[in-house]
């Protein structure tokens, strides 16, 4: 009788959360729209995956791609090297870590992006680019943080 309390008390516990299913291949096929772009050096399109609120608050973003560009080549190469799903008030996320190559400049790339509201269009949030001569990083927009918990 126990046990079948505590499976009933578990099928209304998973039954009253709003579950969902997340797939990876969403987000990465954005991931793959961006990096396409700048593999042909189109970075209007490039900027087109990112979410609206990144480009009105990262108004130096399309200088920096477009310096990278100018200055090291198109991206030659862009491997996924990692994804994790993450949270966010708007609806589900992904951050993935990309193995980036432009020419002879190398560098470790964090997208953030998310589904806003539920609906199927993945936007970019965020963007980290971290060198990986000099180990410099610089950010643009929303990137989430890992918390860690101490348990005893």
Same mark, same amino acid.
């Given at each position: 009788?126990?046990?079948?309390?505590?499976?009933?008390?578990?099928?209304?516990?998973?039954?009253?959360?709003?579950?969902?299913?997340?797939?990876?291949?969403?987000?990465?096929?954005?991931?793959?729209?961006?990096y396409g772009a700048l593999k042909s050096g189109d970075g209007k399109a490039a900027l087109a995956q990112f979410a609206p609120e990144f480009k009105s608050q990262v108004d130096n973003w399309p200088r920096l791609l477009?310096? %990278?560009?100018?200055?090291?080549?198109?991206?030659?190469? /862009?491997?996924?090297?990692?994804?994790? !799903?993450? @949270?966010? $008030?708007?609806?589900?996320?992904?951050? %993935?870590?990309?193995?980036?190559?432009?020419?002879?400049? /190398?560098?470790?790339?964090?997208?953030? !992006?998310? @589904?806003? $509201?539920?609906?199927?269009?993945?936007?970019?949030?965020?963007?980290?680019?971290?060198?990986?001569?000099?180990?410099?990083?610089?950010?643009?927009?929303?990137?989430?943080?890992?918390?860690?918990?101490?348990?005893?």
């Amino acid at each position: 009788m126990q046990k079948l309390l505590v499976t009933f008390a578990a099928l209304l516990a998973i039954g009253g959360c709003n579950v969902q299913n997340v797939d990876v291949a969403q987000p990465v096929a954005v991931a793959d729209k961006f990096y396409g772009a700048l593999k042909s050096g189109d970075g209007k399109a490039a900027l087109a995956q990112f979410a609206p609120e990144f480009k009105s608050q990262v108004d130096n973003w399309p200088r920096l791609l477009g310096g %990278l560009q100018e200055k090291y080549g198109h991206v030659t190469a /862009a491997d996924l090297q990692s994804s994790s !799903l993450a @949270a966010n $008030d708007d609806g589900p996320c992904y951050s %993935l870590i990309y193995a980036v190559k432009r020419g002879s400049f /190398a560098s470790n790339e964090t997208l953030f !992006l998310c @589904a806003k $509201d539920g609906t199927s269009v993945w936007l970019i949030r965020g963007h980290e680019v971290t060198r990986l001569d000099t180990n410099q990083t610089v950010t643009g927009g929303v990137l989430p943080k890992e918390v860690g918990v101490h348990v005893p």
